[in-house]
């Protein structure tokens, strides 16, 4: 299955998404968090840095939850705003 290229809108929602998680994050190490969502350090990684800009529903749904945000917070602050 070949998967259609990301639009550049994605790829700028992918990265508000990981800009947002590093700001929540604050002092706590990537380990900390990535091991409190039940994903592995690399995945946070890649989705801190762009390299995932479309994490899976329920990897965002844990990571929020490990940093104490709200579903709703995320949407709102990540989400595609036209020039």
Same mark, same amino acid.
């Given at each position: *299955? !070949?998967? &259609?290229? %990301? &639009?550049? /809108?994605?790829? /700028?929602?992918?990265?508000? %998404?990981?800009? %947002?998680?590093?700001? $929540?994050?604050? $002092?706590?190490?990537? !380990? /900390?968090? =990535?091991? #409190?969502?039940? @994903?592995? #350090? /690399? ?15 329920? &990897? ?9 945000? $709200? *579903?709703?917070? @995320? ?7 036209? =020039?």
């Amino acid at each position: *299955m !070949v998967r &259609t290229p %990301l &639009t550049p /809108e994605e790829r /700028e929602r992918g990265e508000r %998404l990981g800009a %947002l998680l590093r700001e $929540s994050r604050g $002092s706590r190490s990537m !380990v /900390e968090v =990535a091991a #409190a969502a039940g @994903l592995s #350090a /690399e995945t946070l990684r890649k989705i801190e840095t762009g390299r995932a800009p479309t994490p899976a529903f329920f &990897t965002v749904a844990a990571l929020a939850t490990a940093l104490g945000l $709200s *579903m709703d917070d @995320l949407m709102r602050r990540c989400a595609f705003v036209p =020039a």
